[in-house]
């Protein structure tokens, strides 16, 4: 699911002088670390770079198993009422969308607890909270008497893995120069993306293996608590608090106030949005529109197609970084919408015809360009606000800095908008078509916005957004 950032500008400066009088590292107990400075050349040269590095790889594992958990229910949700639970379909798509929107409101406070607990501390807690959703979704699919409520209730917890990408997201950035942020925080993200795709490919296989004419369905759930459980002793032992990072409520009421974080924040709705959005109900529409294909026989297990959807959007999405950087962003970001439109009028035109592989195909076509959009509408993020901020160097990298930040929680938003409008498709026509005409009309929408407001104006173009 939503994210692999791609790098800002790649013409980098030099490194800044250093300071020779900058006081040395010192640690403290409880994994503190004093006078971090990564823009400081001997000390990231001396220790810096391998400190970074450390948390980075440890921070990644815990995202990763954030985005696998926030997933969880995309998987689960469609196999509930073969396993005897009496869920109409407007239930399972609650139980699908949830997650996205629990996910997409914690991003917003999630970005300012790594300053208040600290990034070791932080990600202990955090990845420690994805065993209440894991251990809570293989006690209740256990029992077909579940009610919906409680069901309901289990799956909004998963919502703790959305939110976990923005405190991640917000660590990392403090151990990193300015000229390697972009790279560490793009393989923090894919890290991320990579859990929905893995989820999807997993459980399946997991719940069936073995089971015969029942499913494991518990295993969903229990199967991931080693793999927390590590995550949690991988921070405690190998990561570290910087006393250095400081929240910026500042630059986030600052960055509020700008009407291109409202308009950016649209365009990373319809691209992350989409993504996200598509990537927990494709398992729904294959069981929907293609029983037979829902889950393909593999050695006495069950195999579903659907991860690949999040993984070619998940590996797409650095493209959209690359060819933003010399294209432009803003042009990219319109051929992805113009892409995501065609597209999902092929497939509302298509269905008819009844062909999985030509369904799989243009989806998986739909997702890789949601990714690039991904990509793209992230690249302008930094360039737009550096132009439009006023002030110093220091506040519009601050305002931009935020406005990623919360660009990225508004985003979310869209893992619970495309299946709730699927939802009301089913229930008003019996189908989906009414959703895809939506879909269809939303990204020309987005597209003339794009044009009118960074690709037609002449300032904006000529710094190639």
């Not at 950035?173 to 942020?181: A, L, M, N």
């Not at 990219?332 to 999985?356: N, R």
Request: aromatic share 12%.
């Amino acid at each position: 699911m939503t994210e692999t950032v791609s790098a800002a500008p790649t013409h980098i400066a030099s490194p800044p002088a250093v300071d020779a009088g900058a006081p040395a590292l010192s640690r403290r107990p409880g994994r503190w670390i004093d006078h971090w400075d990564p823009e400081n050349h001997a000390q990231w040269e001396a220790e810096g770079r391998n400190i970074a590095r450390r948390n980075l790889r440890w921070s990644i594992f815990a995202e990763f198993l954030g985005f696998v958990v926030w997933q969880l229910w995309s998987i689960v949700a469609v196999t509930l009422p073969t396993a005897g639970f009496a869920l109409d379909t407007g239930q399972v798509f609650w139980l699908i969308s949830i997650p996205s929107l629990v996910g997409a409101t914690l991003r917003i406070p999630y970005s300012f607890l790594v300053p208040i607990f600290g990034g070791r501390n932080w990600t202990i807690i955090s990845a420690g909270l994805l065993l209440a959703p894991a251990i809570l979704l293989g006690v209740c699919v256990s029992n077909p008497d579940t009610p919906f409520g409680v069901l309901l209730l289990v799956a909004a917890l998963a919502g703790f893995g959305g939110g976990n990408f923005a405190s991640s997201m917000s660590n990392i950035t403090y151990f990193y120069p300015q000229r390697e942020k972009g790279w560490a925080l793009g393989l923090n993200a894919a890290g991320g993306n990579l859990g929905a795709s893995v989820a999807q490919f997993v459980v399946p296989i997991v719940i069936t293996i073995g089971a015969g004419a029942s499913l494991n369905l518990p295993l969903a759930g229990f199967i991931w608590v080693p793999f927390i459980l590590l995550a949690m002793f991988g921070a405690y032992r190998y990561m570290d608090n910087l006393s250095n990072a400081k929240a910026d409520l500042a630059g986030s009421a600052a960055a509020l106030k700008e009407p291109h974080l409202w308009l950016l924040s649209l365009l990373y709705i319809g691209t992350f949005g989409s993504f996200i959005g598509f990537a927990s109900v494709f398992p729904k529409l294959i069981a929907d529109q293609f029983p037979e294909f829902s889950g393909i026989a593999v050695a006495g297990a069950s195999v579903s197609l659907a991860f690949l959807g999040a993984l070619v959007g998940s590996l797409a999405r650095p493209y959209g970084g690359r060819l933003s950087d010399r294209f432009g962003g803003a042009r990219i970001t319109m051929f992805a919408f113009g892409a995501m439109g065609a597209l999902a009028l092929a497939v509302l035109l298509t269905l008819p015809v009844g062909s999985f592989w030509l369904f799989l195909g243009l989806f998986l076509l739909l997702f890789a360009s949601a990714g690039i959009g991904n990509g793209s509408t992230y690249r302008m993020v930094p360039i737009v606000f550096a132009l439009r901020a006023s002030g110093d160097d220091v506040a519009r990298k601050r305002k931009a800095a935020a406005a990623l930040g919360l660009i990225s929680a508004i985003g979310a938003y869209g893992g619970f908008l495309i299946p709730q409008a699927l939802n009301l498709s089913f229930q008003a026509t019996g189908g989906y078509g009414g959703a895809f005409v939506g879909f269809v009309a939303g990204y020309v929408v987005l597209l003339g916005l794009t044009y009118v407001v960074y690709v037609r104006s002449g300032h904006l173009r000529e710094h190639k957004i």
